[in-house]
DNA sequence: AAGTTGGGCAACCGCTGGACG
DNA sequence: CCGTCCAGCGGTTGCCCAACT
């Protein structure tokens, strides 16, 4: 555990920031920009200097220097005293944005950060951090909205604490389009790609339900089913299950993935097959999320052609999301 | 009133990758 | 190609304070 590199030179202090600390860096920030953050502390100083001139001698020597690293001058600067930093609550559409582009992208806050203007990586970290351990915290739901007519087809409701315990994989690469491309009933799936996974959860394909199909088998109107498959970790089940309305949630048990996803896609047809009857039923238009929690890795090319893995069929993704 | 607990969040640490000599 | 430096990132720590006992 030492000392990160850029503080070797001198002593540097840390803990928090005092008021003075931060008044030398946003002088200094302000009237020179940043250029190489090693360099702040020491100019800084330097500026302050010059701007202290009626202080004592001592305390000038005191305060030569912003005795701290560049390291830590970047993070102030970036996380707390940037101008144009947006400060309190998270509104409700953050939120939602939150959720979407965690879905898709994971823990990669700088990037769901890139989307919030004036909130930084950190805050939303931690924002998601303790926000998910008030979720898990919660007591069980005892009223979903759909919970009834999925008990009465027989569907499993699951909650995310179900699945909190379960070894879960994280965001990985994402699945490859010819990864299923046999699935037997190409409509069940659609797999997400690389870039465009963000853009599936936000736009769910045939989720509107203005293009509604004919059933075939059923002879009934039925929302086309947009599914499409991702990894999901606990976070972002929980907060999928905690705050879409209509949630449903069906679950295929140790389904296996063969070559062509032939055995999962079968499970799935059959779940689609009580799923389509829900849906002529309910007018609700539900897409499907597949949720991996299988042993070792999954995802992209990490997925071996005949690896086996267990995995959870969720459902429902209203479009309103 | 004093001690304890837990949430919020600022800050730190270690790692990664790009730039550059 | 290799080594070094540095910015940026995500995970983690630890402090502060309010709520609770």
New binding site residues.
Partial sequence: ???????NQQKV?????SPEEDEKLIRYITSHGY????EVPEKAGTLSLSLSLSLSLSLVRATRWLQ?C???C???W???LRPDIRRGRFTPEEERLIISLHGAVG?????IASHLPGRT???I???W???I??KI?KPPATNKPCSDQHSQLGYTVNRADNFLNQDLV?TKPPFQDAMFSSSPNPNLFMFDTGNERAELFHEPVGLSSETWVMNQEQGQACPPVASFMTTMDSHYLSSLVENIEGMVTMEVQSCSVNNEGREMGLECLQRQEELNEWVVESQQCPSFLFWDHAEGSLGGDEIAPTSSNSGTILSSYPSSL
């Fill in positions: 555990m030492g000392q990160h590199s850029c503080c202090k840390r803990g928090l920031w250029g190489c953050w090693s701290r560049g390291k830590s970047r993070l102030r970036i996380n707390y823990n990669r806050w700088a990037h990586d950190n805050e970290k931690n924002y951090n303790s926000w351990k008030k915290r994280m």
